[in-house]
Every structure is written in C-alpha cells, then in structure tokens.
C-alpha cells in the first residue's frame, strides 16, 4: 500500500500546549499535505509542502519533510480546544498528474479545555 | 462562493440495491475526485474526472463507477450494494489542471448505510 501511516494514532492534550503530528510515507513525492476532518465531515487542507521544501509555517501551523527519511511532522501550538479534530498527511507521488492523493490512516487530536 | 455539495448527506439502502451520489464542485473547478472512508481502510482513492474524463481509478470493483458532466457536476454509482460498502463517500475538486497544485477541497460527504 502506498498509504502514509500517521503516529500516533491518537492524541489527547490540555489547551496551550503543543501537539506534534509525524507522518511516514513510502514513495517518492511531488509534495505532501496535510488536512484536517472534524468528526463524520469532510477533510479541510491546512497546508501544503513541496518535496524540495524543509520547513513552512502557517499561523500556529509548522510542518516539517524529511525526504531522506520519508517523514513529515505538523506541529500545533498553543492547542485550543476547537482544534479537536483528526489530522490527515496525503501525498501526490512525484510526476503524477493525475491529481490522485495517498491518505494516511489519521491522528485523532483531543484537546482538553 | 459555495463549497462543493454532496447529495443526499445520509442515505441507507439495503443489500443488492444501487445507490448514486452526486456532488458540485466549486465554481471553475473542473476537476473532481472520489474517496472513500472507512474506519478499516481510511481513505481510499475510487476516481477522478477532469473535464468529462475519467482519468484515474482506484483498486475498486465494477460495481464502482462514476461519470462527469459538462458543467463538471459528478456522479458515482454503486451497484449490488453489499454490507461492506457501508461508509463516508467524499468529493472533492480543484481548480488546477493536469500538471497543477493537487489541493484538495472536499465536499461534507455522503454517509451511506447498507443493512
């Protein structure tokens, strides 16, 4: 399976602090993203990294890539309790055109108030 | 401007039954593409359309197929529902091209339920 594989699995956090997010993948990579799905609703892009980009920052958003490793990390902080939701990685294999994207299986984030 | 919409949000069917599903994309997006959600297999790819065309397919059976029209709405259909098909179906479009930013915007997806 091509499928990213999210760690952990689940997190659960009191408001304020800092949730990390890692994500492994297998294939080589035009970029990866990483999306955001509140419960039985439909995913929401947060941001996008390129595979010849390391870091990115979007608000309280900071992703990180590691092609060597085939990994990438989104860190949240300063956690609030509406950002409870699962968080997704997905990447488009590189040269793809087809505009499919691989899903990893999702951490489950809690946030405590 | 308006989301993508998926129609009908909850549907419930039983075994051997079709079911379609339906969704607009954003204005100008001519792209769209279908998963599926389940808590066993997460999300999986089933298709994409881009201009009338299916261009891509995911490891689904026949029963599985999708169509675009020229206005870029969508439509799949699942045919001989079985109890396993039971799950979120989501849509999503974009805006770009072959070639283009692969930024997904999903529709709140379809919930289907077979007994």
């Known amino acids: 399976s091509q499928q990213g594989e999210e760690d952990p699995q689940a997190l659960s956090i009191q408001e304020g602090e800092n949730a990390t997010m890692n994500c492994s993948y297998k294939?080589?990579?035009?970029?990866l993203q990483w999306y955001r799905q509140n419960s039985g609703r439909g995913l929401v892009h947060l941001i996008l990294?390129?595979?010849?980009?390391r870091e990115k920052h979007s608000g309280r958003l900071r992703v990180t890539l590691d092609t060597s490793k085939k990994s990438s990390s989104l860190l949240i902080t300063a956690s609030r309790a509406a950002d409870t939701a699962s968080y997704f990685c997905?990447?488009?294999?590189?040269?793809?055109?087809?505009?499919?994207?691989?899903f990893g299986r999702g951490t489950q984030l809690t946030v405590w108030p | 401007k308006a989301g993508v919409t998926q129609t009908p949000r909850y549907l419930i069917k039983t075994r051997g039954q079709q079911v379609t599903l339906s969704c607009s994309p954003i204005?100008?997006?001519?792209?769209v593409s279908w998963y599926q959600q389940t808590p066993g297999q997460g999300l999986q790819f089933l298709f994409e359309?881009?201009?009338?065309?299916?261009?891509n397919k995911g490891n689904f059976p026949g029963r599985f197929s999708g169509r675009q029209f020229s206005n870029s709405r969508s439509e799949m259909n699942v045919s001989t529902l079985e109890l396993g098909d039971s799950a979120l179906y989501l849509c999503?479009?974009?805006?770009?091209?072959?070639?283009?930013?692969?930024?997904?915007?999903f529709g709140a997806g379809s919930r289907l339920t077979v007994l």
């Open positions: 204005s100008g997006h001519r792209s």
């Open positions: 999503a479009s974009r805006k770009s091209g072959p070639g283009g930013a692969n930024v997904l915007t």
């Open positions: 997905a990447t488009e294999d590189r040269g793809s055109t087809l505009g499919r994207l691989y």
């Open positions: 294939t080589s990579i035009n970029n």
């Open positions: 359309y881009f201009s009338e065309t299916q261009r």
């Open positions: 990294i390129r595979s010849n980009e």
